[in-house]
Each structure stands twice: as structure tokens, then as C-alpha cells.
């Protein structure tokens, strides 16, 4: 089995991974991520104990106890290039020894649920609302690095968007991803719409925002927001679910996505105050998956 290099995965003096400053024992089987870490506490002030916390840039985090389960929340900063990072170790974390730096005989497979913030691009998708993320495309090309890549992508649909939209060709490929069925269905219910998500490796240009800058294709949005495969439309906007999906996809763990529709893109309206928003679909969350 191969040993895993000092600079491929570097491990901290004190035993935990380079950028998540978290050891092995810390993190818990069912990981919340958030992209904010002011939303840490939030997330982290609904448990009933915390056994462990940590900061390091971006990556603030705590493990603790939510009705019995055990649950590590973990603020991953902006974008899929943060998520390459954050899964990678994850994954370092639960499947390499970092005594021996080897990867260890008996995988294992770890809940991962994003709760973020989202603009929405259909009109009839209010917002305020939550959106699940049933497949996610990513503008952003972190997965098109990896082998197998499009092992787990819908070819097809990526083809007819590419094909529809009149994808520049400057532009990285996008990939379509799913979340995972088990964690979907378990956060579907009553209240929560559910579509296609586009992670956008930006949040003026790349999400169709103009300030000062024109666009390279100044109807981006419309071209999306028309757009159907089959019974499927692209409903959102952010800027990580599609590497937290294909990247978890190939490692073998858990995703799923909910977001606080904070903007609408269409109706040119934002949400006055999505932080309650946001509230509310933590305790949501954390109470699926701890029953
Ligand atoms: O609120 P978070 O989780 O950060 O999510 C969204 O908000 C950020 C942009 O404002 C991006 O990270 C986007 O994905
Ligand atoms: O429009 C939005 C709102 C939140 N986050 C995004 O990435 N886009």
C-alpha cells in the first residue's frame, strides 16, 4: 500500500490536517458545512454539548451532540477551490492512518450536508424559500482534474446545455452531479423546493451580474432560467455544491445541499432578512438527521 508523502498530505505538529486544524477523533460522521463561518455558531449553538472547536482561516469548526448524534460543523469560506480542501481532508481524516500515512483497508462513508445561501433564477422560486439541491452543475472545472470524473456526470445532460446555451468554448466544461438519494430524500419534505443547482466559480460575472462590466454573453440568465432537460430546470445559484457533490461522489461519502434563497435573480428582489431563514433550516436539518 503506498505511503501518502510529507508534502501530498501534510499533517500538523499537534496531529491534525494542514488547513482544517481538525485530528482524526474531532470530526464526527455527519458534517454540516457552511460557507460563512459567522454560521458556525449559529449551527453550533443548537447542540446540546461541543467536545471540540478550532479556527483556522477560513475553516472554523466544532464537534459536538445534537439529540444523541454527533455532529461536526464546519465553515468552508467561498467557493468550490475552498472545497477542494475540505473534502479532500475530510476524506484524509476518516480513510487515511496518519500514523502510518497509508490508506487504511476498511473505507468509510461520512454524512456531508451544505446549508448555504442561494439566488434564485426562477421567478415562481421565492425568496426565503429552501431549495434542495437534487443535481448541481459546476461552472467551476475543480472535478474535470480528477480521473472518473465522468464516471459520475450526466454526459447527456451536460451535452444539451452546452449545446442549448452555446457554451463558450474559453469557458472551463461544466459537469452535472447528483446529491446523494439517501441524504435527499431524508431533507425532502413539505416545505422545501427541490432543482438543479449551478455552482458558479463567482458571484458578479460568472453568476450573471452586471456592475460595471459587461458580460461575455449578456444573456446568460435567460438562456439558463429557459433552459429544460427533459422535466428538469436550473433553479439556482452559488458557488460550492457541485464540488461537494462530485468530489464526495468519487470518494465514496454522502451530499446533499439546502440553501436559503436569499436573492431572485429574475424578480430583481433580496430577501430583507434571511438570517431567521437560515435559522430555521438548521434546526431543520439537524433535526432529519438525528432522528
Ligand atoms: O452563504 P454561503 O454558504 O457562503 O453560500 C453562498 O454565499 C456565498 C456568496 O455570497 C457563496 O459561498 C455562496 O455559495
Ligand atoms: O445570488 C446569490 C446569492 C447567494 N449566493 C450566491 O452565490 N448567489
Known amino acids: ?7 501530498e498530505l501534510i499533517i500538523n505538529p499537534d496531529g491534525s490536517v494542514f488547513h482544517l486544524h481538525i485530528k482524526p477523533d474531532e470530526l464526527a460522521p455527519n458534517v454540516i458545512l457552511v460557507g460563512d463561518p459567522g ?4 449551527v453550533a449553538a443548537f447542540f446540546d454539548s461541543i467536545e471540540f472547536s478550532s479556527n483556522n482561516r477560513e475553516f472554523v469548526s466544532r464537534t459536538g451532540v445534537y439529540r444523541d448524534t454527533r455532529f461536526t460543523v ?3 469560506g467561498i467557493g468550490t477551490d475552498n472545497i477542494d480542501i475540505v ?4 476524506d484524509a481524516l476518516v480513510n487515511v492512518d496518519f500514523a502510518t500515512r497509508k490508506v487504511k483497508q476498511q473505507q468509510k462513508s461520512i454524512n456531508i450536508v451544505r446549508i448555504g445561501t442561494s439566488g434564485s433564477l426562477q421567478e415562481d422560486l421565492p425568496v426565503d424559500s429552501w431549495l434542495l439541491s437534487q443535481s448541481a452543475i459546476g461552472f467551476d472545472g475543480v472535478l474535470n482534474f480528477y480521473e472518473g470524473c465522468e464516471k459520475n456526470s450526466d454526459l447527456e445532460f451536460e451535452k444539451q ?9 474559453r469557458l472551463t466544461r461544466p459537469y452535472v452531479v447528483e446529491a446523494d438519494k439517501g441524504l435527499f430524500n431524508l431533507l425532502h419534505g413539505e416545505n422545501v423546493y427541490t432543482g438543479v443547482t449551478i455552482s ?5 460575472g460568472p453568476q450573471g451580474r452586471v456592475l460595471r462590466l459587461p458580460l461575455q454573453d449578456a444573456d446568460i ?4 432560467s429557459d433552459f429544460r432537460f427533459g422535466e428538469k430546470r436550473i433553479t439556482n445559484y452559488e458557488m460550492e455544491c457541485s464540488a461537494i457533490y462530485g468530489l464526495s461522489a468519487l470518494l465514496g461519502h454522502k451530499a446533499a445541499t ?16 434571511y438570517k431567521p431563514v437560515i435559522k430555521t433550516l438548521i434546526q431543520y436539518v439537524l433535526d432529519r438527521l438525528s432522528r
Open 1 to 7: 500500500m503506498r505511503r501518502i508523502e510529507e508534502s
Open 39 to 42: 454560521r458556525v455558531e449559529t
Open 74 to 76: 464546519l465553515s468552508t
Open 87 to 90: 473534502l479532500n481532508e475530510l
Open 161 to 169: 446545455l452546452i449545446e442549448d446555451i452555446s457554451w463558450s468554448p
Open 200 to 204: 458558479a466559480p463567482g458571484f458578479y
Open 221 to 224: 440568465n435567460e438562456k439558463l
Open 258 to 273: 439546502v440553501c436559503a434563497i436569499i436573492a431572485n435573480r429574475n424578480a430583481g428582489t433580496a430577501s430583507e432578512d
